[in-house]
């Protein structure tokens, strides 16, 4: 089991701290009182979005429609 701290602002659950697990999981949500924290998106961390982006080999090659211009 691990516990985290979020905000809920009315329409999500944003975490203040990182989750330390990946996949799907069961979860139980206890209100606490209203937040005295201000939501601020944390900044990526290196190596989040790996797997995640990829650009194609030939990305830098000229385009078949514009060779009359060229």
């Known amino acids: 089991m691990h516990a985290i701290k979020a905000v809920y602002n009315g329409s999500g659950f944003f ?7 990946k996949g799907n999981y ?3 949500i206890t209100f ?5 924290e201000k939501y601020t998106r944390p900044p990526f961390e290196y190596g989040d ?14 385009l078949d429609d514009f060779l009359e211009y060229m």
Do not use: C, H
């Open 49 to 62: 979005m790996e797997g995640k982006i990829w650009m194609a080999d030939d990305f830098d090659a000229p």
């Open 15 to 21: 975490p203040i701290q990182p989750v330390p697990v």
């Open 32 to 36: 606490l009182g209203p937040s005295k």
């Open 26 to 28: 069961d979860v139980v």
